[in-house]
């Protein structure tokens, strides 16, 4: 740099005129001493007066200075004005071209129409612009009390507007130390400590980071926690508190309404008094009941926790809930604890579609909890309203249109079906099951009797017990059944089956009456023309094409009835009292059963060929030589009878009395015969006849035996006549 030399010989005149006193210098013309509180004093009494030049360059020179030192001065010669270095920038001190600011009274004020900076340089961004780390304060400073002020930190980059009171409520909220880097408050006695926080209104703090409250005496600790409204707190991350009285405890939750709290993550509350205490876990209403879930998960997915929960409870004394949803699927209306994935609570109904009570019609589900009653279909009121509560039985269920069970534990299903007796089951198209435990399946029919059963179609059944399936039938007897169309069972304890039977009029219907059919089949064709093709009555009497068997079996009720075995053998009704036979007839086994007894004959035997007696000398034994002869013949007595009970009308007969010949040949007559007295081992008993036979065959023999011996008696007398006629003739000769 050059140095002007007569600069320098004039500092040196000026300095041998310099007072010093202690460490102040003074530079003037009339060697007055330096003002005390400065270090160097420069002065110029005389005329003209003279200032201090200072050092001049262009702006560009004065950025070049390497490492000016702090306070060092300068004058840029292109903005016309004194620079400072303060430390870290150079900092301009006056503009000779401008004069902006101009003073009124105690106010002043800027005429520029451009942007203000503060600290800025000269790149200003904005009508009133502090530089980057300012603070702008208006009112009192951050650290007074009982005060209104509009504070922004430039360091923290935070603001306050409003009223600072302490000691109060959230003290020192606003010292620098519980001021977070980008909060704002704004209200009085707002405490944003979080970085990025955000409280508005009254007594409110936001701790967490990006935490917001707005209201009156909110708390938000948790990060970018909210809460809004009076006393709710927000005190988990994510975590958001609305209403009165609220707290979300866990990250990711909302309390929302009047003393809600939420104890699992990501739940949710909204009403009064309600909680939810698991995770996910969305509760809204009243009071609602969380008992059953003490030890629910508050941060993991259990399926038998709650996921939805509706409370009704009146306060917080006495919880319940009207709807509860489990993390399963489970869905309980009513209750708290639902066991099947729709659970109504006792006394509790469910309605889908119109209102039951009301007279509209339509498709409906409903359930009558006071009943424990369900009901789904349509209701046509058509048949009167079914579904109206008078026509509700007790646990019952009635699915269709217009079905009614009003019985209770009754059934109905189809169409304008009934059960209204006690247990009852109907089905089908105006089938009606009016007796206790009865059942109805079909159209068209209806079951009175108690614990009847009725299927098929047009049927009625009155009787106690009784069992009737087909098409026309009617059953009245108790205990009956019937099987097939157009029938009818009337008599107690009677089946009957096949169609058109004959119904046999006046059978008892509630006692066994021996005379009354058990079983019928029905061949009828016609409700005029009825009959039975078998009727069995309960005396055991068994009748085919006869519909009052007076027999065990009775065939037929004419003449012409038949009986047939195989392919062409039969039995027929020959007319009174006869019986056909289309075949022999023998005996099932040899020389073993009779025909007839001693007490009960035949009239008349009769015969083409006569009786066949077997005579083959292979079937006998002690075959002897018969004793019985002429002799015993001739005390046989002939008579001439009667029959005491002439059925026949045979008049007189001819034969022996049985006594009197058994006195003579005591093997012709029958006095005994073998009865089986044991029908499983064939076991028979020698028993007395009522009446005496005669095997009148029997005396054959004797009768040839006779003969033989009177033909022996003819001939020895023969041969004597002969032999005297030899003798005669020969005497003759002799008297000749």
Known sequence: ??????????????AIQLPLLGQSVAINDNGSAPAVSAILDVNFFGN?????????????????????????????????????????????????????????????YNSNTGNVGVGT??????????????????????????????????????????????????????????????????????????????????YNQTLGEGASSLGWLNLSSGRGSFATGYLNYALADWSQSMGYNNVANNPFSTAAGYGTRTWGEASFTHGTEIFSNSENMFTVGRSNDTSQYALASKTSWVGSDPLFVIGNGQFSASPSNAVIVL???????????????????ANKSVIFGNDSLSSTTGQKFIWFAGRGALRFGKLDLGGGNSWDYANIGVNSLAIGEGARASGPQSFSQGYFSNATGYYSFAR????????????????????????GIGMGENINSDGDWSFTYGN?????????????????????????????????????????????PLFIIGNGSSNFARSNAVTVLKSGNFGISNGNP?????????????????????????????????????????????????????????????????SD??????????????EALMQLRPVRFEWISDLAGDGAKLGLIAQEVEAVIPEVVKKYEMQKIDEATGTMQKVALSRMGIYYSDLIPVLIQAIQDQQGIISAQRQKLEDLEKRLAAIEAKLK
């Not at 200072?54 to 070049?64: F, K, V």
């Not at 107690?492 to 219907?509: M, W």
């Open 617 to 630: 000398r292979r079937d006998k034994r002690n075959i002897q030589k018969l004793e019985y002869g002429i």
């Open 428 to 451: 089908g198209f105006a089938a009606s099951a009016n007796g206790d435990h009865s059942m109805a399946f079909g159209q068209n029919m209806t079951v009175n009797g108690l614990r």
């Open 121 to 202: 340089g000269a790149n200003v961004k904005a009508t009133f612009n502090v530089r980057n780390g300012g603070t702008v304060v208006f009112g009192l400073d951050s650290n007074s009390v009982n005060g209104s002020r509009f504070w922004f930190s430039g360091v923290k980059n935070a603001l306050r507007i409003g009223t600072y009171s302490n000691p109060g409520f959230n003290l020192d909220a606003w010292d620098y130390a519980n001021i977070g880097v980008n909060s704002v408050a704004f209200g009085t006695n707002n405490k944003s400590t979080g970085n990025g926080s955000f409280a508005a209104g009254d």
């Open 327 to 345: 993390k399963d699927g489970r869905t309980g209306i009513g209750n708290s604890k639902p066991l099947a994935p729709f659970h109504v609570a």
């Open 472 to 516: 026309n039938n009617t059953v009245t007897g108790d205990f009956s059944g019937s099987f097939g169309q157009n029938l009818s069972a009337r008599p107690y304890n009677a089946f009957v089956i096949g169609r058109f039977n004959d119904s046999v009029i006046g059978s008892s219907n509630n006692s066994w009456v021996a005379a009354d």
């Open 550 to 614: 007076t027999a065990l079996l009775h065939v037929g009720n004419s003449q012409g009835a038949r009986i047939r075995f195989g392919t062409f053998e039969s039995f027929e009704d020959f007319g009174a009292n006869t019986i056909g036979a289309s075949g022999s007839i023998l005996p099932t086994q040899d020389n073993i059963y009779s025909l007839g007894s001693g007490s009960n004959r035949w009239t008349t035997v009769f015969a083409t060929n006569g009786a066949i007696n077997t």
């Open 48 to 108: 003209p007066r003279k200032g201090v030049l200072i050092s001049r360059m262009t702006t560009a020179q004065r950025t070049a200075i390497a490492a000016p030192a702090t306070s060092l001065l300068v004058f840029d010669t292109q903005t016309n004005s004194f620079w400072y270095y303060g430390g870290s920038s150079w900092i301009e001190l006056v503009n000779v071209n401008s004069n902006l600011w101009q003073q009124a009274g105690n106010d002043i």
């Open 1 to 14: 740099m050059k140095v002007n030399p007569g600069v320098l010989l004039a500092f040196g005149l000026m």
